[in-house]
């Protein structure tokens, strides 16, 4: 009698395992569609942010005519143009919103 008990605790922690394993594998294997446009649209946020605080560092510590300037500039465009490119929308770092409309200004930071 005493084997029978075990081979019932041995057959009910197999299937307990076979469960939790097929639940696992069946929520790894789900496709993340919806995470994957969220991270796009964070990384393009992420992007346009760094860049902007980039041209504002070199405003800062080079001025407004520099070189560094410049570049930081172009880089911030480029930024803008990947994400309008990839999604049709911009982040405005400055306005912490997103821009449905290509409407930035190059210059924006100038008038700063």
Known sequence: ???????????????LAAAAMFGLLAFVATPRAVAHGYDDYNRCQRRVA??????????EHHGWNSRQADHARHELREARERCWKEHHRWW??????WHNDRDWDDHDHDRH
Do not use: I
């Open 92 to 97: 405005d770092e400055d306005g912490h919103r």
């Open 50 to 59: 760094k860049a902007d605080h980039k041209l504002h560092e070199a405003l």
């Open 1 to 15: 009698m005493t084997t029978h008990t075990g081979e019932k605790k041995f057959l009910r922690r197999s299937l």
